[in-house]
């Protein structure tokens, strides 16, 4: 009979309900039936969630439950913290950009923020914005650039963290540029930098892309700075104490 079962609820794509059944506790027919279809709905929405963190690529595990709200994070006068980790932010299809100094928080809230995107459904992808370039690079010369595109069709949200450690080259900075022009009002995007907009000019050669490229990010941005002196090396110092 179980496996009568099993080859029923195959045919019938219950991925889960063959394993779950002899578990759920049930005082009446209609109770029983209800336990096992909520069971196998609550197990394919975590599977659902898995797939797309796996898919995301982060590279830890922070959230927000961890993250450190500090007073160092100051917002635009028209955004909250709670409306930020509402994501209205990615059903509008805005941005958020995080600028400051380097380990004021700015990768885990751009993780954490991903992680709750993946949890709501969205489809999340995160880069290292370096490695984004390098990726893009191999791609045109793969003559791949249009299979890149087509990944990233349905993708609701795009992280790009760390702008501003490395310099591009011509190739690379014009086909960040023509990537991120065409997420422009499609997808929101994320994207965290140690360095002010002014000085964006030190990793794109070209003075018009870059001035292009701000404008297309801030057109509907929130942007958010961070202050203050690095947790990294408050925590390494304070443990030396």
């Not at 195959?10 to 889960?16: D, E, F, H, Q, V």
């Not at 500090?70 to 917002?75: D, G, L, S």
């Not at 709750?116 to 003559?143: P, S, T």
């Not at 070209?206 to 203050?228: E, W």
Request: hydrophobic share 40%; net charge positive.
């Amino acid at each position: 009979m179980k496996q009568n079962i099993r080859e029923i609820c195959k045919t019938l794509r219950l991925a889960y309900v063959a394993d779950v059944y002899e578990k759920i506790s049930f005082e009446n027919p209609e109770q029983f039936l209800y336990g096992v279809l909520d069971e196998e709905l609550k197990l394919r929405e975590n599977a659902k969630i898995n797939r797309l963190m796996k898919k995301a690529k982060f590279l830890d595990k922070k959230s927000l439950h961890t993250y450190e709200w500090t007073e160092q994070i100051r917002f635009p006068p028209h955004l909250t913290k709670e409306e930020l980790c509402s994501l209205k932010f990615i059903e509008n299809r805005q941005n958020i950009v995080l600028v400051g100094s380097p380990g004021t928080g700015k990768t885990h809230l751009a993780t954490g923020l991903g992680r709750k995107a993946c949890e709501r459904g969205y489809e999340v992808r995160f880069y290292r914005i370096a490695h984004l370039v390098e990726e893009l690079e191999q791609a045109l010369h793969n003559h791949r650039l249009s299979v890149f595109r087509k990944r990233m069709e349905k993708v609701d949200l795009v992280i790009l963290d760390e702008m501003g450690y490395l310099p591009f080259s011509k190739e690379g900075a014009e086909l960040l540029f023509q990537i991120i022009s065409e997420f422009y009002e499609q997808k929101s995007v994320i994207i965290t930098s140690n360095l002010e907009f002014s000085q964006w000019n030190k990793i794109f050669t070209d003075s018009r892309l870059t001035a292009a490229l701000v404008d297309r990010l801030i057109h509907h941005a929130h942007i958010i700075s961070f202050h203050g002196e690095s947790y990294r090396l408050s925590h390494a110092l304070s443990k030396r104490n």
